[in-house]
Structures are given as structure tokens and as C-alpha cells.
């Protein structure tokens, strides 16, 4: 999933400046389960936004509404109505239902309340680790599907790097080290032979050093228009 962090008050008050209406947008899926812009944070961020401006002197009427998913159109039609009729949206979707709100209404100003942070997932109640960097290359299938790249500090594709310390990481000890847990997978597996083949430097294109992706699948479009 997506991971975000709501950023402050005091930001978010900033970015909304001295719009009079407000429409808080919240997203019902990943930002809803990492608890930083679902249903119950737009509510509470709408809620904040009006107090404060009432207490300063210039109450600002704000309304909040959540979709399913801020990154696909048919559920931003839902709320055609509420953004035209807004002066500013504060979205509470991750940085992708930002900019899929900008694009669907072209004549909205939108400004984002959270932080995306990474693609991760929930290792306990209130933790989120990052687990993976969407390289566009996936090795997992000879690192035991443990991530070199999302989860070693270095991102070393024939680790380890000779700084951990009794399994932890050297750039942060609070993290494990990913090429010691790749080694106590494959160990695990009898599969250590799968570290002798050297892996060369990775082709980053496929990544974002290759700039902004996009994949094209034509059967799909070839059925959208066939059915249509
Ligand atoms: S190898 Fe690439 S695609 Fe696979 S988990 Fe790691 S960052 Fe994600
Ligand atoms: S200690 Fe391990 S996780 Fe940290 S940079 Fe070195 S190999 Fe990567």
C-alpha cells in the first residue's frame, strides 16, 4: 500500500491561506489504512480548519467528503459538484489522488494535506515499513522476496556491504540489515548458491531514472473499444 503522514496543522493552514471555502477530500483506500486521509481524518482535518479560522476571526465554511479511490476518475465525478463549488480542495489522497484531482478539474486549486512517503506495509499496530521502491525490474525471485533495494540503506544489489552489526543496519541500527536477512532466508532455503551469481549493475531505466513511466496494455484498450 501507499504510505502517508498528515502534515501539520499550522502547514496545512498555510497551503489553504485565505480561501473561504474549503472542500477536505478524503481517499477510502490506502490513506485510509495507513489512518492519515480517510473518512475520519477529512472529518477531524475539516473540523480543525473551521475551529481555527473561527477563533482567528475569519471563519472559513469547510466541508469534507471521501471517495472510494482519489486516483480514478469515475469516483471524482461523485464530487463534481462540491469541488466546482469550492475555492480550494485540501486532498487528503496520497500525491497521485492530488494530481488526479488537478487534472480531473481543471479549474480547481488543489493543494496536498499529506506527505506520501512509500510503498510499505503495516508490520504491527501503528508501524509502517517500506518494502518496496517500484523499480520496474523485480529481483525479488533471487533475494528470497526480500527487497535489496527498498530495504538496504544502500540499496546493494550484492550486498552485504560489510557494515552490520549483529544484523542491524549501519546507517540506521534500528533497521535490520536487508542482505542479513536475505542471507538467513536463502540459508534457510539451502538456496546460499543463489548468492555466487554476481548480479551486474542494474539497468535503473526501468525505474524513475528512465523519467515518468507508463504502461500501455493494448489488449485492454482493444476491449474497451471493441465493447464500446
Ligand atoms: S526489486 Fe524493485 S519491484 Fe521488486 S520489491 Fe524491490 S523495488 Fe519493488
Ligand atoms: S548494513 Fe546491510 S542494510 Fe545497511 S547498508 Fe549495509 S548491507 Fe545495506
Not at 469534507?64 to 479511490?69: F, L, N, P, S, Y
Not at 551486474?200 to 524513475?208: E, I, L, V
Request: net charge negative; hydrophobic share 35%.
Amino acid at each position: 500500500m501507499i504510505v502517508a503522514e498528515q502534515k501539520s496543522l499550522e502547514e496545512i493552514k498555510t497551503l489553504v491561506g485565505e480561501a473561504e471555502k474549503v472542500l477536505v477530500v478524503g481517499c477510502g483506500t490506502c490513506v485510509t489504512v495507513c489512518f492519515a486521509g480517510g473518512a475520519r481524518e477529512a472529518a477531524i482535518t475539516a473540523t480543525s480548519l473551521r475551529m481555527t479560522s473561527k477563533l482567528n476571526g475569519n471563519e472559513k465554511s469547510v466541508t469534507d467528503v471521501t471517495v472510494q479511490r482519489q486516483c480514478e476518475w469515475e469516483y471524482l465525478d461523485q464530487i463534481d459538484e462540491q469541488v466546482k463549488d469550492a475555492d480550494i480542495v485540501l486532498s487528503l489522497g496520497c500525491g497521485i489522488g492530488v494530481q488526479a484531482i488537478a487534472e480531473h478539474f481543471p479549474d480547481a486549486w488543489v493543494v496536498p494535506g499529506l506527505n506520501t512517503s512509500f510503498l510499505g506495509l503495516p508490520t504491527e499496530q501503528g508501524v509502517w515499513a517500506e518494502r518496496c521502491a517500484a523499480c520496474g525490474d523485480c529481483i525479488l525471485g533471487l533475494t528470497g522476496g526480500i527487497c535489496p533495494i527498498a530495504r538496504c540503506s544502500k540499496s546493494l544489489l550484492n550486498g552485504p556491504c560489510g557494515g552490520s552489526e549483529a544484523g542491524h543496519c549501519e546507517i540506521d541500527p534500528d533497521i535490520d540489515c536487508a542482505w542479513q536477512l536475505i542471507y538467513d532466508r536463502l540459508s534457510s532455503k539451502d538456496k546460499l548458491h543463489v548468492l555466487l551469481d554476481l548480479q551486474p549493475p542494474k539497468n535503473w531505466r526501468n525505474s524513475r531514472d528512465g523519467g515518468p513511466r507508463k504502461i500501455v496494455r493494448e489488449d485492454l484498450r482493444l476491449a474497451a473499444e471493441d465493447s464500446e
